[in-house]
């Protein structure tokens, strides 16, 4: 089966500027997660979605963090206005429901100047 | 709360000897436990899970795993070390609460040196 896309790789924006990545899970897989990964930091969870609707988003910086996944497949997750404190690996993964185990794509590296 | 506790930084250890990245977790219920490995410019990767069973888990590349619920540790074990393992391990950890906020959560990772 195909992986998790994620889209771009890499992008470098200047502070206050905004932001949108982009995620495709694998076929068929109900839950998609948003994590940060902070140089030097383990992956930490920004937004889970079950299907269409948010599960958890209670460590989303709500006053800048915005995500959406709509009919339930891909999902976009933006940032306006970006801070320095941004820079970090966000994580795309997916899962089947009641699976235990999640699969990750290449995450998009963000850097912000 | 639950929490991973992955006390090194990094570890180096030769090519050709056994390997041992340590992984200590907290949680309310029956943990769900699991390893991931990540590349430079790479998403995590899995390596193996413990989900139940046997407390001896075997994953991808040679890696394993052992389950210790007295010590509440999961440590990755390799017998012999190879140059291409060098990358950044990630031990995470869920509980087996029923329902869709069960999130998985990671520890701060350790670095790997092997040296050929």
């Known amino acids: 089966e195909a992986g998790v896309a994620q889209s771009p790789r890499y992008k470098i924006i200047e502070k206050r500027q905004s932001v949108a990545f982009w995620c495709n899970p694998i076929s068929g897989h109900a839950t998609l997660y948003w994590y940060q990964q902070i140089l030097g930091q383990g992956p930490k969870l920004l937004i889970q979605f079950q299907n269409n609707g948010v599960v958890d988003d209670s460590q989303l910086p709500k006053d800048r963090f915005s995500a959406e996944r709509l009919k339930g497949v891909d999902s976009t997750l933006k940032i306006q206005p970006a801070k320095l404190e941004d820079s970090a690996v966000y994580l795309c993964a997916s899962s089947r429901e009641g699976h235990y185990g999640y699969t990750f794509g290449s995450g998009t590296r963000l850097t912000v100047v | 709360a639950q929490s991973v506790a992955q006390p090194e930084d990094q570890v180096n250890v030769a090519e050709g000897n056994p390997l041992t990245v340590k992984c200590t977790y907290s949680?309310?219920?029956?943990?769900?436990l699991f390893w991931y490995v990540q590349y430079p410019n790479r998403g995590l990767q899995f390596l193996l899970k413990?989900?139940?069973?046997?407390?001896l888990v075997k994953g991808s590349y040679g890696f394993e795993a052992e389950f210790n619920k007295s010590q509440t540790s999961f440590h990755l074990k390799k017998p012999s070390a190879l140059v291409s393992d060098s990358a950044l391990y990630f031990c995470?950890?869920?509980?087996?609460?029923?329902?869709?906020?069960?999130?998985?959560?990671f520890g701060t990772g350790t670095l790997l040196a092997v040296q050929p």
């Open positions: 995470a950890v869920r509980t087996d609460y029923g329902g869709a906020t069960n999130k998985l959560i």
């Open positions: 413990y989900i139940t069973g046997d407390n």
């Open positions: 949680v309310s219920g029956n943990p769900y």
